[in-house]
């Protein structure tokens, strides 16, 4: 297990209501044990007390969350103001007992009009705790205008629990959203924070355990369709090597990659995917392959195509148990006529990707062909090809995506910051790992490897689509240790395959 669900704020304050009224915990100590595990997340971030924290507040209990926040950062040193939004005579009870108790130290100053918007001090860090998952429907007025102002001249915002003004399952409307640097949300990370259309609001997010009844977890973790990977999770999936293994117990995976200047493809996907853990590795390439293949990938056998510069044929497939097909093998009519081959005679599900996908987008017809449990791994505007349309927003692509693995009963890795694995069944997995370095010619083909080595080793499709697109990114996070962003190569990314800090406790034989 291992997995995060990805909630909405209704399953929260479900949660939050759960341990309220099931386990008795009171509220005003559930709001306690939230602030204070926000303080601890915003020392280790804000370590700088030069400046001043300005905690903007509104009446609800996200306000109340603010006032304890206040007082909690006050005690650790840091010097506090706190401004309210007064919209309300009287604010929640919580609300209510924390300002009271803010009040004993220090005053407060209360926002009735515009006039009373304060001018922020440059080194100031806002606390944005004006709203919070209660919100129920856009900001406007005076709430919106105080929005507008904070993001118009605070130099860093650290939103409480998620930014005011957004409502997590509607598209944010621009104007009258906190624009967060840094977003810090209690017990489980929210759906729309893994979203692009989202990113500009919640900025950097950390997720804090405020100690809600952990009796009530299994029944979000049934009800939820979306997941976060987690290094625990890919740690419990990881399997290790055993002690009396040979190479026929890894699996003879196939690779189907390749053609005339794209040689650099095939080498890439097989290093990865013998990196990535496979017995046995033949690469069926053009005969221009031969030479380069054989020569920087001294591990692979090499099958070699009757044409001199693109696939035309498949060999045997029968020795094979998982098959990755399309780095590298261009666009030609025999490559299109080997693939309809290749999709009608597999008999394992196949790993498809880069060129095998535009061919398949260029001739829907062979969408039909598809084997059942394939993995595809097309990038956005693949993806795009495939659906025969773009999506609106990204509420609309996760409709889409979940619609065309289901149609033709395939996972479909969307490959992005923040990749989303789509399953037959509905679910969708999101990697938040990785990093910009990714973004070079080649990644695809490493992560192409790594999956088909793993389904080659006897992980399900399922298994071998997130394991393969989580090792990917972590080992691009283990490799930037010692590059740049801008000097990251794929090439860096295979060689840290091994070295990814969550597959070390199964690095010893068992
Ligand atoms: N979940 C948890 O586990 C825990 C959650 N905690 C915290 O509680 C937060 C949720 O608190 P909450 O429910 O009191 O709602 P919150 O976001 O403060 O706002 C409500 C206020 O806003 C008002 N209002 C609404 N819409 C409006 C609009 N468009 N324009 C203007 N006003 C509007 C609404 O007024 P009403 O509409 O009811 O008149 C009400 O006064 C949560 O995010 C977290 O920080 C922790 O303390 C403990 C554990
Ligand atoms: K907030």
Request: proline share 6%.
């Amino acid at each position: 297990m291992h997995l995060l669900p990805l909630v909405s704020t209704e399953q929260i304050r479900q949660w939050d209501h759960e341990t309220i009224h099931k386990q008795g915990v009171p509220s005003l100590q559930l709001m306690e044990q939230a602030a204070l595990a926000f303080v601890r997340a915003f020392q280790k971030r804000e370590v700088e007390k030069k400046g001043e924290v300005w905690v903007f507040a509104g009446m609800g209990n996200n306000g109340g969350d603010g006032l304890a926040i206040a007082r909690l950062l006050r005690q650790c040193g840091y010097r506090v103001r706190v401004w309210i939004l007064k919209i309300k005579e009287t604010g929640s009870p919580d609300f209510e007992t924390n300002l009271a108790r803010w009040q004993r130290m220090q005053t407060t100053t209360f926002i009735r009009s515009e006039e009373d918007f304060p001018a922020i001090p440059d080194d100031a860090v806002v606390v944005d705790a004006l709203f919070g998952t209660g919100l129920s429907r856009p900001l406007d007025g005076l709430p919106a205008a105080l929005v507008q102002h904070l993001n118009a001249h605070a130099r860093r915002i650290v939103a409480v629990d998620v930014p005011s003004g957004l409502l997590p399952q509607q598209l944010p409307q621009s104007d009258s959203v906190v624009r967060a640097h840094l977003t810090i949300t209690f017990q489980l990370p929210k759906l729309c924070f893994v979203l692009q259309d989202f990113a500009p609001y919640i900025g950097e997010w950390e997720v804090v355990d405020i100690g809600l009844s952990p009796a009530y977890l299994p029944v979000i973790l049934k009800e939820s369709r979306e997941y976060l990977l987690t290094a625990a999770w890919a740690r419990n999936t990881y399997k290790p090597r055993e002690r009396f293994a040979h190479k026929g117990t890894y699996g003879h995976a196939l690779l189907w990659c390749g053609s005339k200047g794209k040689m650099g493809a095939a080498i890439l996907c097989a290093r990865a995917c013998l990196r990535a853990g496979v017995g046995l590795l033949t690469v069926h390439a053009p005969a221009c392959g031969y030479v380069p293949l054989q020569t920087a990938v001294p591990e692979a056998m090499v099958s070699v195509d009757e044409q001199e510069e693109c696939l035309s044929s498949l060999p045997d497939l029968l020795p094979y148990v998982a098959i990755g097909a399309g780095p590298g093998i261009g666009q030609q009519e025999e490559t299109l006529h080997a693939l309809q081959e290749l999709l009608v005679r597999a008999t394992c599900p196949l790993v498809l990707d880069a060129d095998a996908l535009n061919l398949i987008a260029a001739h829907p017809e062979l969408k039909k062909y598809i084997p059942v449990h394939s993995i595809l791994t097309p990038h956005p505007k693949e993806f795009e090809r495939l659906l025969g349309y773009r999506w609106q927003h990204e509420f609309e692509l996760l409709d889409s995506l979940r619609a065309f693995a289901k149609q033709h009963q395939v996972y479909v890795i969307l490959k992005r910051a923040y990749s989303i694995i789509a399953c037959p069944g509905g679910d969708l997995f999101f990697n938040t790992a990785g990093n910009a370095g990714l973004a070079k010619g080649g990644s695809g083909d490493v992560l192409t490897g790594i999956i088909t080595a793993l389904l080659a080793q006897g992980y399900s499709p399922k298994e071998a689509a997130c394991l393969g697109v989580y090792w990917h990114a972590t080992a691009a996070d283990e490799a930037v240790k010692r590059q740049a962003l801008s000097t990251l190569l794929p090439t860096d990314v295979v060689e840290s395959l091994g070295a990814v800090s969550w597959i070390h406790s199964h690095m010893k034989y068992v």
